[in-house]
């Protein structure tokens, strides 16, 4: 029926959109750095439990939000600068560990402060539905896909009409020469890092109030997060974007039509199938070497 299918469609294009903020943050650190952040989905959480505790003390929901995401930026800065940074000469395999290590960290900080318990946001306007051709569609998918595009273009905005968002494509693509300009590549890769961090608490806070929140919502919504990322083709921000609202529509469509059981098999084996045809994603560069 055109109504279950565009309801799956519906919830799958809302849980894209998250995956594929999450899967931005991941690309944004890749670029700079060419680590994989295992903890940017510390960040999501960070800035969805943040919120709701503040909202509960009395915070207006918008000051709320603005302190939840500047909370999640000091803390990719802190990563970055006490985690990364000291170990700049390591391998590439001992920068992810180190990001694990931070999200067991950070995951284990916020249950002592928050608790196990799952935690309920409101919406941003209205509870009351919107109906579809028979669909329902919550008024929060709206915003998320509504703050998903604003970010999009922000992005796109940042990184060809400023300075530092030209500094971190430069360190991106050759961090010594980079460095023999002027840049300063320490401190654009802790930049980078915020600014994922950023991102990540943003996706946190606008899905919070469909998917509800925990100190350990971070791991699975992560690991989409990276799927999607790895999907599109790690460094892509197009194919991240791709990646995330297609792994959400599969994701959706697989729990509406065969079972909820399989959504995330489903999700992890798309990244096999996808790799095995295309090594570097839907959209990954191609690496030319010189002879």
């Known amino acids: 029926m055109l109504s279950e299918f565009l309801q799956y469609l519906f919830t799958g294009i809302t849980i894209g959109a998250t995956y594929a903020l999450i899967a931005l943050g991941f690309t944004l650190i890749y670029n700079a750095s060419h680590v994989i952040n295992f903890a940017q989905g510390e960040f999501l959480m960070i800035g969805g439990m943040t919120t709701v505790s503040l909202t509960a003390m009395g915070v207006p929901m918008l000051l709320a939000i603005i302190l939840a995401v500047l909370l999640a930026g000091v803390f990719g800065i802190l990563l970055q600068r006490f985690a990364i940074a000291p170990a700049k000469q390591a ?136 799927v999607a990322a790895a999907i599109g083709g790690l460094g892509s921000g197009v194919g991240a974007v791709v990646g995330g609202l297609l792994l959400g529509v599969v994701e959706a469509m697989t729990a509406g039509y065969i079972s909820s059981d399989y959504k995330d098999a489903v999700a992890f084996s798309m990244i096999l199938v996808v790799l095995f045809f295309m090594p570097r994603g839907l959209f990954g560069a191609k690496v030319v070497e010189r002879v």
């Open 91 to 226: 391998d590439v395999v001992t920068l992810i560990i180190i990001t694990i290590g931070a999200s067991i960290f950070i995951r284990g900080l916020a249950q002592l402060v928050w608790g196990k318990e799952y935690h309920v946001m409101p919406n941003f306007s209205s509870d009351e539905p919107i109906r579809i051709f028979g669909a329902v569609l919550n008024s929060q998918s709206l915003w998320v896909l509504g703050i998903g595009a604003v970010l999009v273009v922000a992005l796109v905005l940042f990184f060809t009409r400023t300075l530092i968002g030209k500094a971190i494509l430069a360190t991106s693509m050759n961090k010594e020469a980079a460095r023999l300009v002027g840049i300063r590549t320490q401190l654009v890769l802790m930049l980078a890092f915020m600014v994922s961090a950023l991102l990540g608490s943003i996706a946190g806070v606008v899905v919070a109030p469909i998917t509800f929140t925990s100190y350990d919502i971070g791991i699975m919504l992560g690991l989409k997060g990276f």
